[in-house]
């Protein structure tokens, strides 16, 4: 969609930091044509699926920007403080005078299928959160799961005998990643999160 190209977006995560509930972020059209932009939220473990759980409120959630102008759009939480919640905040786009040529054009209705356009972080963060680190085993695949209330990005772990292994993955609250390379009979004895340093994992 030539709509999405020239719509500018946050460069990076935008947070909540709780107590605070609310946050505004930009989206701006860099263009020369009028865009109609829409937003919404997936969760951090899956951009193409819309999250459902009410928790966070964007408002407005469609609206017209004029070439060089930004649309302020506020996100607010309603959920827990006790937990750290992540999203993706979806930006889709398509231009005014794109769009209107489609609702005339009776035949291909499908031009104007929202798609995602662009995404950036949304956290919602509670100060008193900590992530929590376990290793399950599940048809002898090794996993390390996040038991703990808030997430983290899993730079490395560090198996007893000394072997290194990259991960590379942010892990959400309740959320697991597969070890690829680690066998079951291997002991992972720490591992590296680029906020919380090197934490120790159990079983």
């Known amino acids: 969609m030539p709509g999405l190209a020239q719509v500018g977006v ?19 059209n860099h263009g020369e044509r009028a865009v109609i932009v829409t937003v919404d939220l997936a969760p951090r473990s899956d951009v193409y699926t819309k999250s459902s759980d009410g ?57 104007i299928t929202a798609k995602v356009g662009q995404a950036f972080p949304l956290n919602i963060i509670a100060p008193e959160s900590s992530p929590k680190m376990k290793l399950s085993v599940q048809e002898g695949s090794v996993f390390l799961d996040n038991i703990g209330t808030r997430g983290d990005y899993v730079d490395q772990v560090r198996l007893a ?32 999160l680029r906020q919380a340093g090197w934490v120790e994992v159990g079983r």
Do not use: C
């Open 10 to 28: 946050p460069g990076g995560a935008v947070s909540i930091m709780l107590p605070s509930t609310h946050v505004r972020f930009p989206v701006k």
């Open 161 to 192: 005998g000394g072997r290194i292994a990259n991960i590379g993955r942010f892990l959400v609250p309740g959320e697991k990643a597969l070890l690829a390379g680690v066998s079951p009979n291997e002991s992972v004895v720490s591992v590296k």
């Open 55 to 111: 928790f966070v409120v964007l408002h407005p959630k469609n609206f017209r920007v004029e070439p060089g102008a930004v649309q302020l759009v506020s996100a607010v939480w309603r959920g827990s403080s006790q937990r750290s919640h992540y999203y993706y905040v979806r930006v889709n786009a398509v231009s005014e005078t794109e769009l209107t040529r489609d609702r005339d054009n009776k035949v291909n209705t499908k031009a």
